[in-house]
């Protein structure tokens, strides 16, 4: 596991990358500053990778860290979204789980402006 912070509109939220194929080539690129875009309680913004799929999910628990592959993004999932049912986040389609926050997600339902950082921790 690797350890990372990301900075969203200044907020700091602490995570974890997991060992999959996806998250390593996340890691490799790592650091990333990128402004996001909202998409319900969502935030993706686009990354220098270009991964296939890789036992993608259709619905991800709040705090979910995955990997958009048709729009090489990096998505933060927190709650519910426009293709959601009831109060589970749903991506647009299919994501790879690359990691999840540790931190409280509270912070994350007042933001309203995106700009993200995500940078790799020293273990």
């Given amino acids: ?32 500053s990128a402004r996001g875009n909202f998409w319900g309680d969502e935030i993706y913004f686009s990354i220098p990778v270009d991964a296939q799929p890789d036992n993608p999910q259709e619905v991800v628990d709040p705090g979910t860290l995955a990997y958009w592959s048709p729009g090489k993004a990096l998505c933060i999932f927190w709650g519910p979204t426009p293709v959601s049912h009831d109060n589970e986040c749903r991506p647009a389609s ?8 540790t931190s ?3 912070p994350l339902r007042k933001i309203s402006k995106a700009d993200v950082k995500v940078e790799a921790l020293k273990d």
């Fill in 1 to 32: 596991m690797t350890k990372v912070k990301l900075t969203i509109a200044g907020e700091e939220f602490m995570a974890i990358l997991n060992e999959s194929a996806t998250a390593k080539a996340i890691k490799a690129v790592l650091p990333i």
């Fill in 94 to 101: 299919p994501v790879n789980v690359v990691g999840k926050i």
């Fill in 104 to 106: 409280d997600l509270a």
